[in-house]
């Protein structure tokens, strides 16, 4: 459970097994760092914020968090500071109806290691609100 790279793969019933040490793991994982303005920054509700500095007495009521444990992985990984920054520069070019190219220059921390991006992209249209 110290690898945050598993983090993201915690399931309720490796809560319920591993409960009498729950508290330990996830003050392992803080590694002493508190790790709230990421937490807040991906929209983790408050409860499950506590989780972000290792400091929490868990209980059965952090079972809710598990779904963001995905962005808690996240976060601790950015806290650990061993994942670049966001890419510098982020621009669009040639914009056209179905298509558009992205531009942006590396990351100011660690860019050097990025191989590659992943871009999600959702349609908005005009009729939006619309009736």
Same mark, same amino acid.
């Given at each position: 459970?110290?690898?945050?790279? *598993?983090?993201?793969?915690?399931?309720?019933?490796?809560?319920?097994? #591993?409960?009498? &040490?729950?508290?330990?793991?996830?003050s392992?994982?803080?590694?002493?760092?508190?790790?709230?303005?990421?937490?807040?920054? %991906?929209?983790?509700?408050?409860? #499950?914020?506590? !989780?972000?500095?290792? %400091?929490?007495?868990?209980?059965?009521?952090?079972? $809710?968090? !598990?779904?963001y444990?995905?962005? @808690?992985?996240?976060? @601790? !990984?950015?806290?650990?500071?061993?994942?670049?920054?966001?890419?510098?520069?982020?621009?669009? $070019? *040639?914009? *056209?109806?179905?298509?558009?190219? !992205?531009? &942006?220059?590396?990351?100011?921390? @660690?860019? *050097?290691?990025? @191989?590659?991006?992943?871009?999600k992209?959702? %349609?908005?249209?005009?009729?939006?609100? %619309?009736?």
């Open positions: 459970f110290c690898d945050p790279h *598993n983090v993201a793969y915690i399931s309720q019933e490796d809560m319920m097994v #591993c409960a009498p &040490w729950d508290t330990a793991m996830f392992c994982l803080a590694d002493g760092i508190d790790h709230t303005p990421c937490f807040r920054e %991906k929209g983790i509700p408050a409860h #499950c914020q506590e !989780l972000s500095s290792g %400091k929490a007495d868990i209980d059965f009521t952090y079972f $809710s968090c !598990l779904q444990m995905p962005e @808690l992985s996240s976060c @601790l !990984l950015e806290g650990y500071g061993v994942l670049p920054s966001s890419p510098q520069h982020f621009r669009l $070019s *040639n914009i *056209n109806s179905d298509f558009a190219i !992205l531009h &942006w220059d590396q990351p100011r921390t @660690l860019g *050097n290691t990025v @191989l590659d991006y992943v871009v992209v959702q %349609k908005i249209g005009p009729t939006a609100g %619309k009736q």
